[in-house]
């Protein structure tokens, strides 16, 4: 079973920002800004390139709650990233989203 997937039943500690019956939302350990949370799909999509017509309400979710969760951690300026695959640094094969604010981030993305 996946990392986020461990996280998702239960089995791993993490600080829960949000959470509904689609989606999860929380810190990332390694933080590289002052707020930066994940959120995840509760089902188990592996990639940006699983995403299907089948599974795509859970990334329409996720869009429509970004701004709401973001909000509530006190920023309303952000960045979404979504890696996907290894060669752009997904170290987790389950589809997630960077939400990454509370400071400048400038126009460079690496």
């Given at each position: ?51 299907t017509a089948e599974n ?50 400038g126009e460079n993305i690496?």
């Amino acid at each position: 079973m996946c990392l986020f997937c461990e996280i998702l039943n239960g089995n791993i500690p993490s600080t829960k920002v949000y959470e509904d019956d689609m989606i999860y939302a929380f810190k990332d350990i390694n933080p590289v800004a002052p707020v930066h949370f994940l959120v995840v799909p509760k089902e188990h999509i592996g990639s940006v390139n699983d995403v299907t017509a089948e599974n795509s309400k859970y990334v329409a979710h996720i869009f429509e709650k970004i701004p709401e969760i973001a909000k509530s951690q006190g920023i309303d300026s952000y960045r979404v990233i979504s890696n996907c695959g290894k060669d752009a640094g997904q170290t987790v094969l389950h589809l997630h989203f960077h939400v990454i604010g509370g400071t400048e981030l400038g126009e460079n993305i690496i």
